[in-house]
Nanobody, 125 residues
Framework: QVQLVESGGGLVQPGGSLRLSCPRS??????MAWFRQAPGKQREYVAA????????GHADSVRGRFTISRDRAKDTLYLDMNRMTHEDTATYYC????????????????????WGQGTQVTVSS
């Protein structure tokens, strides 16, 4: 069973920054993404990218503050989170699929076949 492992979560003050990481570990995922789930809420899409090429997508709620990226040399997916607010408090999940999804399919969680256990991010003063 393929297991994704997220890291980088923690406690941050409002306005602060965090970076989440998710190693691809040599697996040939075509598309990787970040989702999050706050207590009492449904899991929601944050951002995604195609591992090859330059196609990326970000949810409206994070666009301009969060940036998804990958480092091919380190074979790792990242989520850089800036100007964080209390509304960003959630468990963040790394997700992946072997397929090369199109941009309009990035936000659909059922398109992803592999998930991590999640890393907790708390924004609080």
């Amino acid at each position: 069973q393929v297991q994704l492992v997220e890291s980088g979560g923690g406690l941050v003050q409002p306005g602060g920054s965090l970076r989440l990481s998710c190693p691809r570990s040599g697996r040939t995922f075509g598309t990787m993404a970040w989702f999050r789930q706050a207590p009492g809420k449904q899991r929601e899409y944050v951002a995604a990218l195609r591992w090859s090429g330059t196609t990326t997508g970000h949810a409206d709620s994070v666009r301009g503050r969060f940036t998804i990226s990958r480092d091919r040399a380190k074979d790792t997916l990242y989520l850089d989170m800036n100007r964080m607010t209390h509304e960003d408090t959630a468990t963040y999940y790394c997700a992946a699929t072997l397929r090369n999804l199109i941009l309009s399919s990035f936000a659909t969680s059922t398109n992803y076949d592999y998930w991590g256990q999640g890393t907790q991010v708390t924004v609080s003063s």
